[in-house]
């Protein structure tokens, strides 16, 4: 380059030959920066060229006479269709995905895990009924913020149970009692997707925001009340405040506890009798509660919750209706009671036969009334204390709830054990017993403790996950029958029944920042024998009262 310019300022008549050569030399270049910028600017989702950066440089050779503007013109063409040329090959061969404008950020997330369980329940004769299943369960989603301050989320899951999403492997599914489910090994109908979220959210203030949809659960709660794989239904408002070292937080919801339609029907169109009425059930929940830091490392959190049923009754006769025992009675006078005889007949062996009546009703769970939501309104008072020190992070945490209304709950339980229905001949005979109202049964706690190395606290539960972090976590639960509800309770621990009291104890590992593992066991007996152990579980639904219960679980959970 340099023997060049030197040629040019040695003699003008060489100058319209050196101009040759050198635009030439440029016009290489020139090809050689657009080719490189394409690469630049398409992998960096850029505008395309909407100025070349060469273009200043033949400019600058325009002013000195070094080259013509033929020639300029010439090597800018010849930029711009190789420019042309080379987006459109990359943009037929490389698709983008297109995001909407109103999307402000979006995240991926989910896990897959995979189970070995075993479950054991036995009943005040030793009769056992005992599952052990090999299960997995997926769940995947999005969420995300939207600008103007509103916010979203989309979750799938495997298994359309509220309150599991696991699924066994090799199993099938009948579509009714005369359906034959498919035959063959390695079964899968029932490994289907269903909607687990869907919700939008407005956040207009950095101290409130509102829910509306199926959403994760907005309330501080426990799997003492609290399935954590329920998302509720409707609307729920947050509020937060800070005072000195107290954060202080409200949580509202507005639950559709289910859709009951029609609300309305004239005689004749679903029962040839009478004219049916009522409104759609709700549960709703008011929580406040703070968490105050002593220093930084040790706060105290704790709330208080009323949770209250409207519309549970829906116009439907109490204390029993049949027609609909053999279904979720949400509206039916919960009874929780259980049978006297096994699923088949009271001469079954191993069943719990303690009239043997003769008879062959089907005690499933429904046809005893185990998921009634009447006379139901419970205070919840979670908390928790953490200490992070140098290395180790402790939590002692607990809950107590107390049905207020569980005296008539009691009540109308043992009126309704009464009813032709149960104690006659009928299609529901063969009910247990109760002697007398068991009003006292209306409380419920959990007291335990968590260890874990630093940060790793919350890999039991599947809200953390960290490279070599572990956690140990146990505790002792005690529920009585009449004092939550049985739709809502966790379904391992301890199959979601009432009238049970145990204890717990967990511990995970993270092999990997994504990978878990997860050892679970559970052991639990009957707290008052006069008494069922009302569930609305769909594990073992065959057995009430459940004498002894125990799980033991292994997990191995990849999240991302």
């Excluded at 359906?179 to 063959?184: L, V």
């Excluded at 930084?296 to 204390?319: C, E, H, M, R, S």
């Excluded at 279904?327 to 005889?341: D, H, K, L």
């Excluded at 146990?474 to 029944?497: C, K, M, R």
Aim: hydrophobic share 35%.
């Amino acid at each position: 380059m340099q023997s060049v310019v030197g040629q040019i300022q040695s003699g003008k008549s060489s100058t319209r030959r050196v101009s040759s050569s050198l635009a030439f030399l440029i016009g290489s270049g020139i090809l050689g920066l657009a080719a490189n910028g394409i690469g630049q600017e398409v992998s960096t989702n850029a505008p395309a060229f909407n100025a070349s950066p060469t273009d200043p440089v033949l400019g600058l050779l325009l002013e000195k006479g070094m080259i013509t503007e033929q020639e300029a013109a010439k090597v800018q063409a010849q930029a711009d269709a190789m420019r042309t040329n080379e987006i459109s090959e990359l943009r037929e061969s490389d698709s983008q995905w297109k995001i909407s404008k109103a999307v402000k950020n979006m995240e991926f997330f989910g896990d897959v895990r995979l189970r070995y369980e075993n479950r054991t329940a036995k009943d005040p004769n030793g009769g056992t009924i005992e599952l052990n299943r090999l299960r997995f369960s997926v769940r995947v989603g999005l969420r995300g913020e939207l600008f103007d301050d509103f916010y979203y989320g989309v979750r799938v899951e495997t298994a359309a149970n509220p309150r599991s999403p696991w699924v066994t492997f090799g199993s099938s599914a009948s579509s009714g009692s005369s359906a034959s489910p498919y035959q063959g090994p390695f079964g899968k109908s029932n490994s289907t997707l269903a909607i687990g979220q869907a919700y939008l959210g407005w956040r207009p203030e950095p101290w409130f925001d509102i829910t509306l949809g199926q959403m994760p659960n907005p309330l501080y709660t426990t799997p003492m009340i609290w399935d954590s794989d329920l998302d509720p239904m409707g609307a729920a408002e947050h509020f937060k405040y800070q005072v000195g070292e107290a954060d202080f937080f409200a949580n509202f919801g507005q639950f559709l506890y289910a859709d009951t339609n029609p609300t309305q029907t004239a005689p004749g169109y679903f029962n040839p009798l009478t004219t049916s009425s009522g409104s759609l059930p709700f549960l709703l929940a008011w929580q406040g509660g703070f968490d105050y830091h002593f220093t930084k490392q040790v706060d105290f959190k704790i709330a208080a919750t009323l949770y209250n049923y409207t519309a549970y009754n829906n116009g439907l006769p109490l204390p029993v209706n049949p027609t609909y025992a053999t279904s979720p009675g949400f509206s039916g006078t919960y009874v929780g009671q259980g049978g006297t005889q096994s699923q088949l007949s009271s001469t079954s062996k191993g069943s719990y036969n303690q009239n043997n009546n003769g008879g062959s009703t089907a005690f499933d769970g429904f046809y005893s009334n185990e998921t009634g939501i009447n006379d139901l309104l419970v205070l919840e008072i979670p908390f928790e204390l953490n200490i992070k020190m140098a290395k180790l992070d402790y939590r002692v945490f607990g809950d107590y709830a107390q049905n207020l209304d569980g005296n008539q709950r009691a009540q109308a339980a043992y009126n309704a054990s009464l009813s032709p229905y149960f104690s006659g001949t009928g299609a529901g005979a063969g009910l247990i017993p109760i002697s007398s109202p068991q009003t006292h049964d209306d409380k419920a706690y959990q007291i335990g403790l968590a260890i874990a190395n630093k940060d790793a606290m919350g890999l039991v539960y599947g809200t953390n996950s960290r490279k070599n972090g572990w956690e140990f976590r146990t505790y002792w639960q005690h529920v009585e029958q009449y004092s939550l509800d049985p739709n809502l309770i966790d379904s391992d621990y301890f199959e979601g029944a009432e009238n049970l009291q145990g204890a717990y104890a967990a511990i995970a590992y993270g092999f990997t920042d994504n990978l878990v593992g997860t050892f679970r066991y559970g052991y639990a007996s009957r707290i008052n024998n006069k008494l069922g152990t009302g569930s609305s579980n769909q594990d073992i639904p065959q057995m009430n009262p459940i004498n002894q219960y125990q799980v033991l679980q292994f997990d191995l959970s990849c999240q991302f």
